[in-house]
């Protein structure tokens, strides 16, 4: 094919080859198709009750809570992951493999919040269950570093050009949580109520944080476009 | 990074960054990703019911009433508010921080609306039964309103600057439904079927005042551009 | 605000208020939403079967069979639905508030295909069965001939005028499942074997007639268009 | 309707009604969704345990793990089936019925997964469970194939002309997975566990496949670009 019959074909398109290969429309579509069934999944838990003779609504449907929780859990987590998630992608213009795959680990971690916000919402004293709920906060928090830490080390697939102090302190934010989630996991076995307080203290912390670079980063940094 | 070659990326682009990271798109791919699994998520406790013997299925059918009932009143809720989200983001150019954390709120409310409809149909006679409902209406209505004033507030926001008489009523038409289930809400004690029946005006209500803004408020304003 | 106002912000956006208010593309979202949640819907009833005591994969599976026919029947269904739904929107530009609500009925009634296609794989000698799967697929087909009734009407919400005998055959070819079902419906007490069979010749009359109209309708009508 | 005419609307809209009806936006949408929901349909399964007197949370968990299994397998094969479906799609620049309906035949099977994927994990050791996860496969790769092989015969449908050496490389890669299962399936009756390795292989053969070509292709060969 000559360039001038490329160069028509590109025109008539609107993009060549090259950018409808790394064009990450359809991996955002893919993704927030997940989100939005993560986001709602637990409420088919929360099941009407039936009630049993003379007993009443009112002391049915105390029943519901431990699903209500998961649920309310379950969507705090991935609402966070989801902005976290969109934040990141506004950063980034071209998805080639890697991003790829490593897009599609973050979504395998996000499709396990609903099983571990479930599993915590009923055995919140257990060590077991708190650890395997930071696990798997850990993966969706490790899995979307590492799109960062990948997609900033080529420059062919973001937007701007980051400094380095952007990429750092950017890491730094998406690496926190883990950190976070890491002690929370640690103490479980001492002391469940303690790590139950850390996890409870995650979006506290991530909203002041959010904020403060609000307020401290310097005007156009990336990491303060951060919602 | 010179603003010789900033300009040359946005070009290549079409975005700016921030542009980019205020774009809605995202945020209503979300919502409707929501929207959708919700509409249809009642379907599911429709189920083919099981015969014993000497049963006909015309009197087995009958057991499907209430299921079908819950699938028919979360339909039509969140149909409603399917609109009116609709509605408000013709209105909205930008997302910021604060939007898409109230657009999640609201989110969180209309995820509630299956459990909301399927207790209703099962015990509407209950009075704890109608004010749950009520309050996940009320939560629906008031996040948007809440969206609404947010917006509105911001010239930034928004894709023309509105008029304050066009905020105002805006903000009563989003706000109007609140007062219906509140009074609904306000005599369930007293007469569970009288609650009923002010539940079961509001799409009605919604329909006569939508269509008299068509006709009454004047040509070109915001509130004529309800669905 | 003057129209030099105006005209700047409308430049910068790309869309005027009015054209952003009617434009369909959060319609589509929820309805291809919808449609990909009614599609795989029934594959959730196929479950593994569970082996007692001496019982083999290949009897036990056997008892899958019924669901499997559900799933064949909805997706075969609904995927015709949503190809209909397709070409319609090609001719519509511009929806209104009754082209929204005319396609949110007809969601309504595609979200009753998985449990109309269940009653039927269940009870498919039974003639309530055969009915109520009927009237579900008469909703689906008499809702998406209003559509197109209502778009043609109005010229400014389609692409291109079209002319009577397009308007004319468009609706016939959607109105003309309406009597399939019809039929199908009508004889489901005398004989439910016939029924079924007029029920099961739908797809490929639908198979037959596109054909037909794709080598005999005129060159650039709308009815060539069908998929 | 007269040449100037039509030239005016299509200015307006952007598009011609043949680059309309043509256009693969609305197919994209319903694949993204129906993966979105294939991807996390499995995670519903993963039940949270109900402990009985004296059980401990760390043995009861343990019977999640075919749960855990069928949706760890369900997700690795339809995220390859995503990414080649993603990388089949930026070739093709127009849908026709052909098309249209070949992917639906797709979907039909990817929707087949997780059924495929639970009774794997189930019954591994049974060659019935393992011949029918194969057809499953099977019938995504084949139908992928098609689509492959009837828009390659088109260049009415696809962005630019491939040459002879891409076409028949990209039908080899796309129907090499076929040749895979159809081992693992011929095997099941003799070895399950040899059918289960060669299942167990595919994903690492299409990685290494991947790889190969990335490195061996000639530059700007359609192959090179798949994910």
């Known amino acids: 094919m000559s360039v001038q019959e490329d160069d028509e074909i590109t025109a008539v398109s609107g993009f060549t080859r090259e950018e409808r290969r790394r064009d990450p429309s359809r991996v955002l579509a893919l993704t ?82 609903p099983f571990g916000s479930a599993l915590l919402s009923h055995y919140y004293e257990d060590p077991l269950a708190l650890r395997m709920f930071g696990l798997i906060l850990m993966g969706t928090s490790l ?11 080529k420059p062919s697939l973001i ?26 996991f640690a103490i479980a076995g001492v002391s469940p109520q303690a790590s139950l307080a850390v996890y409870a203290s995650g979006p506290v912390l991530y909203f002041i944080t959010i904020t403060l670079l609000h307020w401290l980063a310097p005007r156009g940094s990336a990491e303060r476009q951060f919602t």
Not at 32 to 57: N, Q, R
Not at 143 to 153: E, F
């Open 159 to 184: 937007h701007e050009p980051l400094d380095r102090a952007s990429i750092r302190s950017g890491l730094a934010l998406s690496a926190f949580p883990v950190v976070v989630y890491l002690i929370a």
């Open 32 to 113: 927030d198709g997940v989100f939005a069934i993560i986001i709602t999944l637990l409420v088919l838990d929360i099941h009407v009750p039936e009630l049993s003779a003379h007993e009443k609504l009112g002391t049915a449907i105390a029943d519901v809570r431990p699903s209500f929780i998961s649920f309310v859990i379950a969507f705090i987590v991935a609402a966070m992951q989801w902005v976290g998630h969109r934040d990141l992608f506004t950063l980034i213009r071209y998805t080639d493999r890697g991003i790829i795959w490593l897009n599609l680990l973050t979504l395998f971690a996000v499709c396990l919040l």
């Open 143 to 153: 899995t979307r570093t590492a799109i960062w830490a990948y997609a900033t080390q």
